[in-house]
Nanobody, 123 residues
Framework: VQLQASGGGLVQAGGSLRLSCAAS????????MGWFRQAPGKEREFVGS????????RYADSVKGRFTISKENTKNTVYLQMGSLKPEDTAVYYC?????????????????WGQGTLVTVSS
C-alpha cells in the first residue's frame, strides 16, 4: 500500500491543523493506521493510532486531549486533527499502516510508511 501524507504547514501556538494520509494500492480497511513524528535531533516517536474499523484509538500522553485520529475507510484516508498546538509539537509527521487489527503503538508493528509532512508551530 502507498501512503501520502499532507496538510503540514506553519501555525501559531494554540492553533489547529489537520493532517491527512491517503492510501492506495490495497484495501484500506485491512489496516490499522498510526501517526508518528520526528522532531529535529530526536528519534521518531508515536503520536497516535486507530484500529481497522476506527472504533479504537490510542494516543501518546503528550498529545492526549489535544489530538484526534479518525479514519474514513470509504475515502481510504486517515486524519490527524491537532489542536492547542505547542512549539514542541514541531516535527515531521509520518503516517503508517499496520496489518494488526488493533492500533499498535510500536513502530515495529507497522508495515508501510508514507513520506513525512512538516508541521512547524511558532511561539
Amino acid at each position: 500500500v502507498q501512503l501520502q501524507a499532507s496538510g503540514g504547514g506553519l501555525v501559531q501556538a494554540g492553533g489547529s491543523l489537520r493532517l491527512s494520509c491517503a492510501a492506495s494500492g490495497r484495501t484500506f480497511n485491512g489496516f490499522a493506521m498510526g501517526w508518528f513524528r520526528q522532531a529535529p535531533g530526536k528519534e521518531r516517536e508515536f503520536v497516535g493510532s486507530i484500529s481497522r474499523n476506527g472504533g479504537t484509538t490510542r494516543y501518546a500522553d503528550s498529545v492526549k486531549g489535544r489530538f484526534t485520529i479518525s479514519k474514513e475507510n470509504t475515502k481510504n484516508t486517515v486524519y490527524l486533527q491537532m489542536g492547542s498546538l505547542k512549539p514542541e509539537d514541531t516535527a515531521v509527521y509520518y503516517c503508517a499502516a499496520s496489518l494488526s487489527y488493533y492500533p499498535p503503538p510500536s513502530q515495529n508493528d507497522y508495515d508501510y510508511w508514507g513520506q513525512g509532512t512538516l508541521v512547524t508551530v511558532s511561539s
